[in-house]
Every structure is written in C-alpha cells, then in structure tokens.
C-alpha cells in the first residue's frame, strides 16, 4: 500500500523496506530521516536499535520519533500487567538521552508532554499512568563529521 500511494503522489525520493527496527535492511549512511511511532518502546534492547539506526543516517541526519518516557519508574507489579505494551517497555527520558549520547548523537532533546484522559481511558485500568508516564518526542540529529 505504501508503494502504491508513492507512485500514486509521485514521492520519487522515498523508499520503503521491510525489515526488523534493530536490523534495518539499509546501507550505512544513507537515510536522511528516520521517523517511528510507538514502536521502540516494544523492543527490549533499545541501545541495539538506536545503533542501528544511527548508522543507517546520513551525517546530519536526524530522527523524529514519538515514544512512551517515564519521569517515575513504574512499579514492579505493574510490568506484567502491561508486558505487551508500550507502558511497560518504556524507560526514563535521563536512560534514553543516555542512549542517544551512547550510540553517537550530540544533538537530541526529548520533549515530554502530559497524556490525555481520553487517550488514557482507552485502556480500562485503574493505575493513574499519569504518575508515571508521558508522550515523549525524541528529537536528534547525528553529527557532520
């Protein structure tokens, strides 16, 4: 479907690929922009996939990717309850900046935002994940060398 529309809008600059987010079936250094939403949080070796993907970006290239941050770490007995969300895979925005910093980046901010009460109640439990949790955008560009 995503070709189809490509060639439909005529989007000769862009490409699409399947492959595993910590396994991209790209060339280093050649993606100006990697986008993703809620998808890095239901990946458990998070250092793995941002390697990867900041070695398939171009030097000046940049992400935009929207995940779940934690600011207080979850309970321990609420992981389970959650263990194929994207609540339970989510880290502390200090954890990921320090990923970022780790894998090579030296531009990156994350920018945090309350959750919305309707887009909480969507998931009919009782923990105020607000305690816990926010819509974080991760912004970072990899540097020109």
Do not use: M
């Not at 690929?17 to 890095?40: A, G, T, Y």
Request: hydrophobic letters at 40%; a positive charge.
């Amino acid at each position: 479907k995503a070709n189809y529309i490509r060639e439909k809008k005529g989007f000769l600059n862009t490409d699409f690929r399947v492959s595993d987010i910590d396994n991209l079936k790209v060339e280093s250094d050649f993606v100006d922009c990697v986008i993703s939403n809620c998808v890095i949080n239901l990946c458990e070796d998070k250092e793995k996939v941002y390697s990867e993907i900041f070695r398939v970006l171009k030097a000046g290239g940049r992400i935009s990717i929207s995940d779940i941050v934690q600011f207080n770490e979850l309970p321990s007995w609420v992981k389970p309850i959650f263990y194929a969300t994207w609540v339970a895979g989510s880290i502390t925005s200090e954890k990921l900046k320090s990923i970022l910093k780790n894998v090579g980046f030296e531009l990156y901010t994350i920018i945090e935002e309350e959750l919305t009460e309707e887009y909480l109640a969507k998931w009919g439990h009782k923990l105020d994940l607000k305690k816990y949790i926010r819509r974080g955008k991760i912004l970072a560009v990899k540097p020109k060398n």
